[in-house]
């Protein structure tokens, strides 16, 4: 089901700061990328969905470039812009339905967690086709529905998982609607990510709101979750830390030759 969320409303304000990832974690999602690409070198990667160039910057330090960060809120596009410069990165205003860059321009194309915003899939899979080349690799990072892996604020948030059921396709339909937009299964990769060093570095971060998910809960939904999760990670700070570890998946699927 998708729902409409806008990032030039507030979520650009708070992203950087409530999406941060600890040193180690971007480079672990580069790692997953690599193994996943092509093996030459430059690639040239579309950054699809942005945002605020979390991975922007890495993606062109890891892969030469250019790296084309298309991203339809223009107030992430000015965050990226001031927060991860990058001489081989531009961020251009575009969406997964219209894609600014010509036919067969790209080898890689990364949707991380843009693919439950995108309204007009099966347009989205059209402009892929056209902007990737033959034997190009497409990675998708996505929660899928009814196989979420466990998020530590779900424990908080008790209709954290539900939502996050509705708001996330499944992974079947994904792999069947790119599937006869002309991409090729290839695999289901995972990066068991660290988040945060500990409970309350990870609610230093969550409570900025930065989750799209939270958008869909009510404000006395959210007031009592992150109550709860502070009230925990003021616990946790008896103890030693324990870091936040949170598998993800990585879709991945290849343009066919044609
Ligand atoms: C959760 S953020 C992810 C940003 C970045 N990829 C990251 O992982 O930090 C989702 C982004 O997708 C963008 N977005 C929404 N609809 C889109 C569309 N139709 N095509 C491309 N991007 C879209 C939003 O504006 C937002 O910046």
Request: aromatic content about 8%; proline content about 5%.
């Amino acid at each position: 089901m998708h729902i409409h969320v806008d990032y030039d409303e507030r979520l650009h304000a708070v992203y950087e700061r409530g999406r941060v990832l600890p040193p180690g974690t971007v480079a672990m999602w580069m790692d997953a990328i690599a193994r996943n690409a092509p093996r030459r070198r430059p690639l040239t990667v579309l950054d699809l969905g942005s945002g605020t160039g979390r991975f922007s910057d890495a993606i062109a330090e890891r892969f030469g470039g250019p790296v084309y960060g298309v991203e339809p809120s223009a107030r992430m596009r000015s965050v990226a812009r001031t927060a991860h410069p990058h001489a081989a990165v531009s961020y251009l205003d575009g969406r997964a339905e219209s894609i600014p860059l010509s036919d067969a321009s790209c080898d890689v194309a990364v949707l991380f967690l843009v693919l439950h915003h995108i309204e007009h899939v099966t347009l989205a899979v059209k402009e892929l086709n056209r902007v990737l080349r033959p034997g190009a690799r497409l990675c998708v990072h996505s929660g899928f529905s009814g196989q979420m892996h466990e998020h530590l604020w779900y424990r908080f948030f008790p209709r954290g998982r539900e939502i996050d059921d509705l708001v996330f396709p499944r992974l079947d339909d994904v792999i069947d609607q790119f599937g006869e937009g002309g991409f090729a299964y290839v695999g289901l990769d995972h990066v068991d990510q660290k988040v945060a060093a500990s409970l309350p570095a990870y609610f230093e971060r969550f409570r900025h709101r930065s989750f799209s998910t939270l958008e869909h809960m009510s404000e006395r939904e959210v007031k009592e979750g992150m109550a709860a999760m502070r009230a925990a990670a003021e616990r946790a700070k008896e103890h030693d830390p324990v870091p936040v570890i949170q598998t993800a998946d990585l879709l991945i699927l290849e343009r066919a030759d044609s």
